[in-house]
């Protein structure tokens, strides 16, 4: 990042005003206020009435920023210079937190955090889904800011050296930003992402490389039971057989004792999708134990956890005290994953349901629910469009925690079919969110009471929320 100085050396402000002539165009330096942040995390500064986006800024920056793509109503930005720096404006944690894509927000204050992405709800839904005076309450903090990610996967390359790397992509390329420790994993992650990189250049695994489709590895994953600090290690390969893996999973065993399991996941498909169908146990357990809610999971290395553990209890706890359940109630949990909601919220009601389109989420639901002693639950697999309009059930409440896309519109028509009293719809893409609660409130047929933030992804730009939306009596 240019220094107030160098930019003049380079240019100067000055010279950069020269440059700016209008009409705008890319190349050009331009001086800005950042007067907002923007959902996908980027600062917001205005010129003659154009937006501009320029990440690592925040609200209260005043910066030069040199244009990099130009449209007619926007324009995007990089930073060369700080000219005066926000209050909100900290230190990042992270020597990479300026080029590494994990994270967007290190470098912002973390109660400016909160309070940006409580506005992100507030704004969805008053743009997107159309509410006037949206009843958002005040968002709910994570825990922890730092360290509280339970799960992470690395793509893997090789550097023109030929040393075996691992981290994040470059924001808005794929270009990976080695990492030896990143702040935001729990930190017993760390020992393990620097040594099992050189393990796998010293075993002389070919790495994967996506343009010519050539190579076995592609990602390391790590995934961790917080309360427990049980590990997975899972190599995501192209191939199912490596040379000498089970000798050198027996080392990882070995050396790491919290280490409880070492996998295969067969991934020989290009494209992005991280995880492939089959996952093959090598040594050890297939799955880790973790706590939640008072009760045991088992959770294997690709199935969907909640990243942050201590936030997603934080919620749950919410959700059961605004619920008052009386224990006669009937529910429905679709998008179930492995039980994470539904079998705490199963122990306080008279009979629930799980939906889930992943087979070995349904597995381990079942098993979750049975190492419990959870009776009154059954799981099916299968889409929530194809099985919700054919289980001929009228729950008295349906929990709703789609991925980011939301809802399709045919579970949110089978739901006006069905009419539960309450639907809680838990939501991490506000946009959706709101898309999904104006079409639920047509002809007023339900009223949203609350949605509840709650900062599941600190130093990142997303956001969770919970909503409750109560049925109208005819």
């Known amino acids: 990042m240019f220094t107030r100085q160098d930019c003049r050396g380079a240019g100067s402000v000055g010279a950069g005003r020269k440059m700016m002539n209008k009409p705008y165009q890319q190349g050009h330096l331009v001086e800005l206020d950042i007067i907002d942040l923007a959902h996908s995390g980027d600062g917001v500064g205005k010129l003659d009435g154009k937006a501009i986006f320029v990440p690592d800024t925040v609200t209260g920056d005043r910066i030069v920023a040199r244009l990099t793509h130009v449209k007619k109503q926007y324009a995007y930005g990089k930073l060369q210079e700080i000219i005066s720096p926000s209050p909100h404006r900290i230190r990042p944690s992270c020597i990479v937190a300026d080029k590494c894509g994990g994270c967007q927000w290190q470098h912002i204050a973390i109660d400016y955090q909160l309070t940006a992405k409580e506005n992100q709800v507030i704004q969805a839904l008053k743009r997107i889904g159309g509410f006037d005076n949206p009843p958002v309450l005040p968002i709910l903090s994570s825990p922890n800011s730092l360290g509280y990610r339970n799960k992470a996967t690395y793509p893997l390359k090789r550097s023109t050296t030929g040393t075996v790397q691992a981290g994040y992509y470059q924001r808005n390329t794929h270009q990976i930003i080695n990492l030896n420790q990143c702040p935001i994993q729990d930190p017993r992650l760390n020992p393990i992402l620097a040594q099992v990189k050189q393990d796998i250049q010293g075993q002389g695994w070919s790495i994967y490389n996506e343009k010519t489709g050539k190579g076995k590895l592609r990602h390391l994953g790590l995934r961790i ?69 008072q009760l045991n999971f088992q959770l294997s290395s690709d199935t969907f956890f909640q990243v942050n553990t201590e936030a997603a209890e934080v919620l749950l706890n919410v959700l059961l005290e605004k619920l008052c359940l009386t224990g006669e109630e009937s529910l429905i949990d679709a998008y179930c994953g492995v039980g994470t909601f539904t079998l705490p919220l199963a122990t306080k009601v008279a009979q629930a349901v799980g939906i889930e389109s992943n087979k070995n989420s349904i597995e381990q639901a ?30 008295d409440i349906v929990v709703l925690d789609p991925p980011r896309k939301g809802c399709d519109c045919s579970v949110i028509d089978t739901l006006q079919k069905i009419h539960p009293s309450l639907i809680i719809y838990i939501s991490c893409q506000p946009s959706t969110l709101a898309r999904d609660l104006e079409k639920l409130c047509q002809q007023e047929r339900y009223t949203v009471e609350w949605i509840q933030p709650v900062d599941f992804f600190p130093q990142t730009a997303h956001v969770e929320s919970m909503a409750l939306i109560r049925h109208n009596i005819d």
Do not use: C, D
Request: hydrophobic share 35%.
């Open 225 to 293: 039971g917080k309360r427990t600090g049980e590990i997975l290690l899972t190599l995501v390969s192209s191939s199912k057989n490596l040379t000498n893996f089970q000798e050198q999973a027996e080392i990882w065993l070995n050396r790491y004792p919290e280490l409880v399991g070492v996998s295969i996941n067969y991934n020989p498909h290009q494209g992005n999708k991280i995880f492939g169908e089959e996952t093959f146990h090598q040594m050890g357990r297939l799955y880790l134990t973790e706590t939640l809610a």
């Open 366 to 395: 079942r098993n979750n629910a049975k190492i419990n002693n959870i009776n009154n639950v059954k799981f099916y697999p299968g889409t929530v469009e194809e099985i919700l309009p054919f289980l001929n059930l009228f729950p």
